[in-house]
């Protein structure tokens, strides 16, 4: 089944204390991207990838850092946590370049307390 | 860059019936356009696209039309069923793929549609 699989689905965490959600694809997909869903101000980007070892920020990439090893992953790792960045989690890929129709993950919702 | 935006944030429907949710862009260039779906608890999930170059586009159960005179874009439901409720938003690209695009998608924030028996 093609999806988009993020891991994991719920992280409770503490402020300062490294962490990393995985993304993968099985799609074979040149572009992924990461969300943020906040209640009141939509989905937002994070950061993106066009293809294996190129990545670029979004709207939003204070705090967070991304890597693109492999076609198939794309992991967001939060070096040093901080209460702002809880909020609910989605990686996307798409076949074509930015701004094709997008596949989701289920989400990862983070709490950093 | 420019916003998308949905006219209400909540939509209550009787069962049924038909759903009409809107959007408005603001971006003249954008020229592709994306209605997702989110239920609760799920990650949004794709239900149907048009290309400026279009008016008009049906799936099953769904129709977009898309009014570049006034940049508005809808989404209308037929026989709105309970399985139907969820958070719909919509989403356009400023740019045409096959000229690329670093940002991608721009979202808008979403209307809540609620199915009322």
């Known amino acids: 089944e093609a999806q988009v699989t993020q891991n994991p689905r719920y992280l409770i965490t503490v402020t300062g204390k490294k962490l990393t959600v995985t993304c993968s694809q099985n799609?074979?997909?040149?572009?992924m991207s990461w969300y943020r869903q906040d209640p009141g101000l939509g989905l937002r980007q994070i950061y993106y990838?066009?293809?294996?070892?190129?990545?670029d920020k979004g709207d939003v990439p204070e705090g967070y850092k991304v890597s693109r090893k492999e076609k198939r992953n794309f992991p967001l790792i939060l070096e040093s946590p901080s209460p702002n960045q809880t909020s609910l989690y989605f990686c996307?890929?798409?076949?074509?370049?930015?701004?094709?129709?997008?596949?989701f993950g289920s989400g990862t919702q983070l709490s950093v307390l | 860059g420019e916003s998308v935006g949905l006219h209400l944030p909540t939509l209550s429907v009787q069962e049924g019936d038909n759903s009409i949710i809107n959007c408005a862009y603001s971006?003249?260039?954008?020229?592709?356009f994306i209605w997702y779906k989110q239920e609760s608890g799920k990650g949004p999930q794709f239900i149907i696209d048009?290309?400026?170059?279009?008016d008009k586009r049906q799936g099953q159960r769904v129709t977009v039309l898309l009014n570049k005179t006034v940049k508005h874009l809808s989404l209308q439901i037929a026989a709105t069923q309970p399985g139907d409720s969820a958070v719909y938003f919509c989403a356009e690209n400023p740019q045409d793929y096959s000229g690329g695009g670093a940002d991608g998608l721009t979202f808008g924030k979403g209307t809540h549609l609620i199915i009322q028996p």
């Open positions: 799609m074979n997909h040149e572009y």
């Open positions: 971006n003249s260039a954008s020229d592709y």
């Open positions: 990838s066009m293809n294996v070892e190129v990545t």
């Open positions: 048009i290309r400026s170059n279009m």
């Open positions: 996307a890929s798409s076949m074509g370049q930015a701004g094709e129709k997008l596949f």
